[in-house]
């Protein structure tokens, strides 16, 4: 198997962080629909703070 190149890696971890947040966002939907909250009793995810569980990576400098 040929090793990947730094732009691979790089796309792969990105995807692997998207889906992460999709699935917290799906999480968070759902509990939502089951407790009948309405959007102001929902917590609302921001991504500008991270999650203290999930910290987010610090992007390179341009």
């Not at 917590?43 to 999930?54: L, T, W």
Request: hydrophobic share 40%; no cysteine; net charge negative.
């Amino acid at each position: 198997m040929y090793p990947r190149s730094k732009f691979q890696e790089v796309l792969l971890e990105i995807r692997q962080e998207m889906a992460r947040e999709a699935d917290f966002d799906v999480d968070l939907f759902a509990e939502i629909v089951r407790t009948g909250a309405g959007p102001q009793d929902a917590k609302i995810h921001s991504m500008a703070e991270p999650e203290p569980d999930r910290p987010r990576k610090a992007r390179a400098a341009d």
